[in-house]
């Protein structure tokens, strides 16, 4: 039984703009998977650890995705696994997920930015952005492309942990000038893997 959780994060070769919008996840192309997997012996790639597969490694992310009890990542639902799903023989539906820009929006009535999120309750900003990452992939510079994914997964990863220890996470509001809660329930979702979706995608 797998018993070991990954947290995930894409970068594209391309934006929207340059595939005719925002239906055409199929025509992005991967330039790095960055995933964290948890602790647990049976992972299949090493446990503990942060990984950044470059396109062609591709399947060896989807390895650790099959063994994987849940799937955690920031707006996975409606981009990362719909860009992944070309990649993959089996259908990412299947996967039990979180999607914390999803669960976050919820519970504020609007979509929040990771960046925002993480500054406010973690204290630590994102890297860079998805533009800088597409202009780095232009430009040949995977190892940036690959340290900035990595930060984004640290970050998620950072902000499910904060969440799961605290029962909220933090954001700066413009409107109330200062910091606002959003409860989330992950704590709870623990011990109830029935509680992560299975991914509504597309």
Not at 14 to 40: P, Q, Y
Not at 62 to 86: C, S, T, W, Y
Not at 136 to 163: F, H, M, N, P, S
């Amino acid at each position: 039984m797998a018993s070991y959780d990954v947290v995930f994060d894409i970068e594209t070769k391309k934006s929207f703009d340059e595939v005719g919008g925002k239906s055409n996840f199929d025509k992005l192309g991967i330039s790095v998977v960055g995933a964290h997997v948890s602790e647990d012996p049976s992972t299949p790639l090493g446990t503990g650890k942060y990984y950044a597969f470059e396109e062609h490694e591709i399947p060896q992310f989807e390895k650790m995705l099959q063994g994987a009890r849940r799937v955690v990542g920031f707006n996975i639902h409606h981009f990362d696994i719909p860009v992944l799903q070309p990649y993959i023989g089996w259908s990412l539906k299947n996967l039990k997920t979180l999607d914390l820009m999803e669960d976050v929006e919820k519970g504020a009535g609007f979509r929040i930015s990771l960046d925002n999120l993480s500054e406010t309750s973690l204290g630590t900003r994102k890297s860079g952005d998805g533009m800088q990452a597409l202009r780095w992939y232009k430009e040949g510079k995977i190892d940036d492309i690959k340290q900035y994914c990595l930060k984004d997964v640290e970050l998620t990863k950072a902000l499910w942990e904060y969440g799961k220890k605290n029962g909220h996470v933090l954001f700066y509001s413009r409107n109330s000038s200062g910091r606002v809660a959003i409860p989330v329930s992950w704590g709870k979702m623990e011990s109830n893997l029935d509680a992560y979706s299975q991914t509504s995608l597309f």
